[in-house]
Every structure is written in C-alpha cells, then in structure tokens.
C-alpha cells in the first residue's frame, strides 16, 4: 500500500553551465522544484519541468506550485492507496495541467518503486541497463561555433545531434554541420517556430539526410504537421503537441509525423508516459525520451523511463556534468560512449544532495495532513 504521511516542496535556482538559446528564448539557469512524499519510512522525489514564464507550453511554475499545495497535495496526505495509479486518480480529472499533476504522480511512483524495493524502470517494464543517449545543442553564434560545438560533442559518443533551428537560422547550420560529419545521425529542433507558410524553406532541409525534424508547427497543433509531412520526405517529430495518449494515437492516425519525443511530464506522468510509448509502439512509431534540463531527480527519472523497449532513438539525457557544476542529488549521472548507466537500486536509484540544496534552496515547505 501507498500510505503519504507528508510532503516537502523545495525551489532552486541552479545556474546553467552553457547558455541555452532556442527559437522562444535564451536560458542560462532553471528554477528546479523538487516534491517529496514521505510514508513508511521511505521517500518518493520528483522535479517538475514547468518553467516560471510559460514559452515551451502553457503550464507556469506559480500555477503549477498552487495546484499542488492547494489541489493535489490536501487529497492524497493522510492517505493510502494501492498503488501510483489509484493516486493519481484521486488528484482528480482536471483539465490540462499535466506537469503540474506529473510532479506528484512521478514522486509517487519513486515512493512506490522504493517500498517495493525495485529499479523504477524494472517496474514500469523497462529491461535494459543503460540507454542511448545524444545531446540538444543550443542555437550558436555562427556555423564555426555550431561545428565546434557538434565535434565536441561526437568526440564524446553521443549517439545523436540535435541542432536548435528557427526562422533565418536553419539550413545555414545543418549544412555546415553535415559537411564537417557526413554520417552522424543528425535532427533540427524548431520548437513551433514555423507556419505552413515555411514548407519550400523546410523542404530545403530534407536534401540532408536527418533522422527527422522536430516540431517546426505550433504547440497545439496537429493538423497543420499532417500537411507538412504530406510535403516533405524527413519524418517529421513532434513534442509539444503531443500531451496524453490520445494525442499521439490521432496524431499517429492523421500522419502529423513519424516519432514522438516523449517527456513525461508534458503527458501528466509515467504512467501516462508509458500508453504514448506502447500506442506509438502499436503505429511501429519509434519514441525517445526528451529533457527540459533537468537536475538530477529528472533526469534519473528520464532514463529509468528509457528503459521500456520502444525507446529505440537516442534521448536527450545527457551528462549532468554538461549542465551543472553541482547537482541536486549525490550519485553521477554520465553517459559513456553515448550510453547512460541506469541508475540502481530501488526507485529512481539517485539521493538528494540536502546539504547543497539547502544551501541554495529559494524555499523550502513541509506539509501534512
Ligand atoms: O524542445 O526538447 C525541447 C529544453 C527545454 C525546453 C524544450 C526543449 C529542451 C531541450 C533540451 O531540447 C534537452 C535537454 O538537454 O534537457
Ligand atoms: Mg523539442
């Protein structure tokens, strides 16, 4: 049983070790939360994506931090269920929200990996020991500095190159980038920036053989990519517009592309994570496992999800050391030769670093029932 004695919310800042441009805007730190549940004597932990101003998707980390202290947080403590599921049932069926709910489903699930004293991976299904891995590089100052940036990280083994592109900075890039490395396999993230409009410039791009293009159309949007594919011969790979099961099924059905970038918060959690792998699996689709710069707890999170076999494209859960000269949790998270070990031991397999995260810690919250 899943008994949630209490809670703790944490807020910190960690500063970025590179600067992070996309075509919505520049990063250089996140604002991790962090979320606790306590019961039986074990502790379940989870980090939500959600960012403070919402450019990715629509969720905001004030709105989601009010749902759930004040929502989600009041039907679960004093609580038992039998298991992640039936708690996440009980948060209730609200629309949308879906990383908001996710921190809490998430946190249960560690606690419920841990009770039971089993990788959270081997408990979602998963089997393998490591995962493949390739890194998301930010828009650079010039092609020079793209090159530069792609054969440090080659060098590394990353199993995959992903380049950030928008509107005035795409084809410049990837041209560059496949004449300097004939045959890595090599993907554009546009994160919405394009409209239909942009078809011939986005045909451009598929004379350079990449593994596929991700969301170059708005965030909510599945028709508009339908057509795009229709023209283009680059499979194409969503990530916002995909929030739940259902998404990916229509999509899938409608064409809208070929691959799914699945992050589990933006689908409201593991569970739910795990119906878009096994739908996209039944479509022959493959998925790969996003990130949103996570610290530590997201990202062994990540890669205990990566684990399911569907995950047959490297993901984007790079070495923590690429982001943070210290992390929230103790253990190292490093892929060698592109792959990442998983992390063992029961749950998610990684401990808070406390000290450190009261050290910076901007809040610090226990609740109870
Ligand atoms: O679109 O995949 C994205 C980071 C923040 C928001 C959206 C995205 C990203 C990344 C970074 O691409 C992936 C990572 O290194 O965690
Ligand atoms: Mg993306």
Redesign the pocket.
């Known amino acids: 049983m899943l008994r949630i004695e209490a809670a703790e919310i944490m807020i910190v800042r960690l500063p970025l070790k590179f600067r992070f441009e996309?075509s919505f805007g520049v990063q250089t730190a996140r604002t991790v939360p962090l979320l606790v549940l306590h019961g039986d004597g074990v502790q379940g932990v989870s980090e939500g994506t959600m960012e403070v101003a919402p450019m990715?998707r629509e969720e905001t980390l004030a709105g989601a931090l009010d749902l759930v202290r004040n929502i989600f947080l009041p039907r679960i403590l004093g609580k038992t269920f039998a298991n992640p599921e039936e708690l996440n049932d009980a948060l209730g069926a609200f629309r949308g929200n879906k990383m908001a709910r996710a921190m809490v489903e998430m946190a249960a699930w560690d606690l419920w990996a841990r009770m039971l004293n089993v990788p959270l991976g081997t408990l979602l299904g998963g089997r393998k020991t490591e995962v493949e891995v390739g890194v998301?590089l930010g828009i650079q100052a010039d092609e020079a500095a793209t090159v530069d940036a792609v054969r440090r990280h080659v060098e590394q083994g990353y199993r995959r190159i992903k380049l950030k592109i928008k509107p005035g900075w795409d084809e410049a890039p990837v041209r560059a980038t496949r004449e300097a490395f004939p045959d890595i396999r090599l993907t554009v993230?546009a994160?919405s920036a394009y409209t239909l409009a942009d078809s011939v410039r986005l045909r451009a791009l598929d004379q350079y053989k990449m593994t596929y293009i991700e969301q170059p159309l708005a965030w909510d949007d599945l028709i508009d990519h339908a057509t795009l594919q229709s023209r283009l011969q680059t499979p194409l790979c969503l990530?916002e517009s995909i929030a739940s099961a259902a998404d990916a099924r229509k999509a899938l059905t409608i064409g809208a592309g070929g691959v799914i970038?699945l992050k589990v918060a933006r689908v409201g959690g593991l569970a739910e994570a795990r119906r878009v792998h096994d739908v996209a699996q039944a479509f022959g689709a493959p998925v790969w496992c996003?990130?949103?710069?996570?610290g530590g707890v997201g990202r062994a999170h990540n890669i205990h999800l990566s684990t399911l076999p569907n995950f047959t494209l490297p993901g984007?859960t790079?070495s923590a050391s690429r982001y943070w000269e210290t992390d929230i949790i103790n253990e190292p998270l490093e892929a060698v030769d592109g792959l990442m070990p998983v992390p063992q031991g029961p749950g998610i397999g990684v401990t808070l670093n406390r000290d450190f995260i009261e050290s910076v810690a901007e809040l610090t919250e226990e609740h109870r029932p």
Not at 290 to 294: A, D, I, K, N, V
């Open positions: 996309t990715y998301s993230d994160n990530d970038n996003g990130g949103m710069l996570e984007d790079s």
